[in-house]
């Protein structure tokens, strides 16, 4: 049978039902799985086998949705977590420790720069954030002997920038590291990254992939495309035998799938970000719904962008499907179907323009979610990047007056009467 296209993967991928089996995939809320003598069960907590005996490290409900995503976005295997936080902890501290460093793009989620430059120096892991503006030369000039990753978005949380993939994936590889990206934004449906040379895909599921606000997740996916071996002084916690499983040796005994293997058979078993059966089923039910959702996310937010560009009470926009976007050419290039349903603006005023404009709002709400069915918005300087200083803000590229829309699968009409009557609000 010829390869999928993304829509049947979204309904059916992941879960293969056999005769008589339920159609949907099942929730198995068990912590325990029985098995009828001692070898067998060692076997598996020797890795020998494939099977379940604790819902910490696997479980089938959870297997059957990551085996979906993984699908989706092309790679060879993929492991979900309890948040897209412990997602890009993972993603990371699965390849560097005490001693490592990596380079990210300074345009991404103000959780994930907290995580890289504020909590992960105090594991001893160092990061340098560049600008993905700055040049070759610029960026390769922020590598050391000890870097082990870049890191970037495909679409920055908030600021809608979009990452240059293949460029920042040559610059990795050219110095033997793997390029791990966030696709939260894009979701496989508008953009798969590993096809541009990324290695590694992390997401926050909590967003598209959920739609609906139910569940918080995430999930890692395993390109199985860079060689482990042939950096293996970068790399001994794959390239080296494991003393906590007599002696294995990742990258020997699974081959392109070791990162992942290590994944679980390591980091979720010994920090435990274990996504609930319940919550993955719940996933799953956004997933079946992803592609008919995202082409309608992208439609209202172009059409919101225009709307709020078009005003004169309006500062400025940032939506890469603009013409005039500076990132519109990487947009065409990478996400040729859409962007996403987040755009960034700003209101001539100051920060209690913003305030008023706001509150004034009636259909969209203000929460710290982003990228669900229903629209929202908030102000990052106030709200979840107000952990980061100005210097910070500003290096991340957040403005003061900045404000996510995240716009939902609502009436357009609905959405722009209702901007329209807080833009009123504001004189």
């Known amino acids: 049978m010829k390869q999928q296209s993304i829509d049947t993967i979204c309904v059916q991928g992941g879960w293969q039902p056999g005769n008589g089996e339920p159609r949907q995939v099942p929730i198995i809320q068990s912590t325990t799985f029985k098995y009828e003598n001692t070898d067998e069960m060692a076997r598996l907590f020797d890795l020998e086998k494939e099977g379940y005996f604790y819902t910490r490290l696997q479980n089938p409900t959870s297997d059957a949705v990551a085996a979906k995503i993984a699908a989706l976005e092309g790679g060879v295997a993929a492991m979900l977590t309890s948040s897209g936080q412990a997602a890009n902890f993972y993603a990371v501290f699965n390849i560097c420790e005490a001693g490592s460093h990596i380079i990210s793009s300074n345009e991404i989620y103000g959780g994930t720069y907290n995580l890289f430059g504020v909590t992960l120096p105090k594991l001893g892991i160092e990061c340098t954030f560049v600008s993905p503006d700055a040049t070759d030369e610029e960026i390769l000039a922020a590598v050391r002997p000890n870097t082990r990753a870049f890191f970037g978005e495909t679409i920055s949380n908030p600021g809608c920038r979009v990452l240059d993939i293949e460029r920042f994936a040559r610059l990795a590889h050219s110095v033997g590291v793997p390029l791990i990206v966030d696709n939260t934004f894009a979701t496989p449906v508008n ?129 890469p499907g603009l013409e005039d976007n500076r990132d519109h050419a990487l947009a065409v290039r990478y996400l040729p ?27 969209i709400s203000i929460a710290t979610h982003v990228a669900d069915a229903r629209s929202c918005v908030l102000h990052p300087a106030s709200h979840t990047h107000r952990q980061l200083s100005e210097e910070q803000l500003r290096d991340a590229g957040i403005a003061p007056d900045l404000i996510r829309l995240s716009v939902g699968i609502e009436g357009i009409d609905d959405i722009l009467t209702d901007l329209r009557q807080a833009l009123d609000a504001i004189g």
């Open 337 to 363: 179907n859409g962007s996403c349903g987040v755009l960034c603006f700003g209101l001539k005023g100051d920060r209690d323009t913003a305030v008023r404009f706001m509150d004034s709002l009636k259909l």
């Open 191 to 319: 953009c798969r990254p590993l096809e541009w040379g990324a290695d590694i895909i992390t997401h926050s599921t909590t967003k598209y992939m959920d739609g609906h606000a139910t569940q918080v997740g995430g999930v890692i996916v395993d390109g199985g495309i860079f060689d482990w071996e042939a950096n293996a002084d970068k790399y001994p916690g794959l390239t080296r035998p494991d003393a906590s499983y007599h002696g294995l040796t990742y990258t020997k005994t699974f081959g392109k799938c070791a990162y992942a293997v290590k994944l679980t058979a390591q980091l979720m078993r010994d920090l435990g970000s274990t996504p609930s059966p319940q919550n993955s089923f719940l996933l799953n039910l956004g997933l079946e719904t992803l592609h008919l959702r995202m082409p309608r996310h992208c439609e209202n937010a172009l059409a919101v962008a225009r709307f709020l560009q078009a005003d004169e009470r309006v500062a400025w926009v940032s939506f």
